[in-house]
């Protein structure tokens, strides 16, 4: 079908390049008109559909390794001071709070684990508990 002398196609493409101001303005107020509805659908689908998209991604992911990869390397080059002083930020917090609350850690093959909101019996098995499963983990892997 011609419309115009274009196909449906192109003449969408076209009405859609000529008119993108109009068509974004429309959108988003269907959208925050919409909001809560558009939400709990997307999060019923998610949920109905886990597996699925857990899927979907993995395949992508391996598909795309080096591509992503890249993307993740340029990212990385182009935002090193950022992401350093971010990390740097990041430890330092976490050594300021682990040096103010001990009592909130747990010392588990030798590295501190935070246990805020865990209750004091379950704390004093924590270590055992990871330890064991950590060590059948290992044998399984020999």
Do not use: F
Request: net charge positive; aromatic share 8%; charged share 40%.
């Amino acid at each position: 079908m011609m419309i115009k002398g274009l196909s449906i196609k192109a003449y969408q493409k076209a009405y859609r390049e000529a008119n993108k101001d109009k068509i974004k303005a429309r959108s988003k107020a269907y959208y925050e008109a919409n909001k809560d509805k558009i939400k709990a659908r997307n999060k019923a689908y998610r949920e109905a559909n886990k597996d699925k998209i857990k899927a979907r991604n993995k395949a992508y992911r391996e598909a795309n390794k080096d591509k992503i990869k890249a993307r993740n390397k340029a990212y990385y080059e182009t935002n090193k001071d950022k992401i350093k002083a971010r990390n740097k930020a990041y430890y330092e917090a976490k050594k300021k709070h682990l040096n103010n609350h001990p009592e909130e850690y747990v010392n588990v093959l030798g590295t501190k684990v935070y246990t805020n909101g865990i209750t004091e019996e379950i704390k004093k098995q924590l270590p055992k508990l990871i330890n064991e499963k950590v060590k059948e983990m290992l044998q399984e892997t020999r």
